[in-house]
């Protein structure tokens, strides 16, 4: 079965598109983890909302305004808690990984649209390889490009991985500020009726993550297309 490299150019562009929007979806929305808290609301007899959304930036109250979460950046002279320093790192830490992994992408969607109008073996590969596996690939990368890559490709070095290790970050971040509001509250009893979730922003950079792979495989079969094209008409 013949591949057509015009076809996977137009598959990859897609996919990559559809990685694009969402990431830039998810991370301007906020529905990364929501609390919902109508039983509680409906036992109480309040008229306070107790339910809220939120995202990399800032909490939403159902009825209500948003808020924006503390800087995690200014805290050094803060008089916090060490458990609760420790959460303001890990924010931090998936701020800066999520947007920085959407501005990879740019350069990344740039390098291998450039690399399939030239036709490029080796940078098909390069690119299909770091899109898959990041960082882990500096020692491969400058064996087959035989050249020093960090003037190409400095852009790549953490693709996959900066995404990856974002949405872990924030999992993690998310784990441990419950376990927080459980110590400060000393009682589960209220958490019997709060149904606490993760929402579909984070499913979007799930999404995301999955079609980066995808692209990655996709350039590594055109490297191949390519690769196999260049041996026929060497051999004729």
């Not at 929007?21 to 609301?41: G, M, N, P, Q, R």
Request: net charge positive; with cysteine; glycine share 6%.
């Amino acid at each position: 079965m013949r591949v057509n490299l015009g076809a996977l150019s137009l598959f990859v562009a897609l996919v990559g598109l559809s990685s694009f929007i969402f990431l830039v979806v998810a991370i301007a929305t906020d529905f990364w983890y929501i609390i919902d808290a109508s039983k509680l609301e409906a036992s109480q007899n309040g008229t306070d909302a107790l339910s809220s959304h939120s995202g990399l930036w800032r909490t939403c109250r159902v009825r209500s305004e948003c808020y924006p979460l503390i800087n995690p950046f200014w805290h050094e002279n803060a008089n916090i808690t060490e458990s609760h320093r420790q959460l303001l790192y890990m924010h931090g830490t998936f701020v800066i990984l999520m947007p920085l992994s959407l501005i990879l992408m740019i350069f990344g969607g740039m390098t291998g649209f450039i690399s399939i109008l030239a036709r490029a073996y080796l940078l098909l590969l390069m690119t299909g390889l770091l899109f898959l596996f990041g960082g882990n690939l500096h020692r491969i990368q400058c064996t087959l490009l035989k050249m020093s890559t960090n003037q190409v490709f400095p852009f790549l070095l953490t693709k996959a991985l900066v995404t990856l290790t974002g949405i872990s970050v924030y999992i993690a971040y998310s784990s441990a500020a419950f376990q927080e509001a459980v110590c400060l509250l000393r009682s589960k009893d209220l958490l019997v009726e709060i149904d606490i979730r993760f929402g579909w922003s984070l499913a979007l950079v799930w999404i995301s993550f999955v079609a980066e792979v995808l692209t990655g495989a996709v350039f590594l079969l055109a490297a191949r297309v390519v690769g196999v094209k260049r041996q026929r008409e060497q051999a004729l």
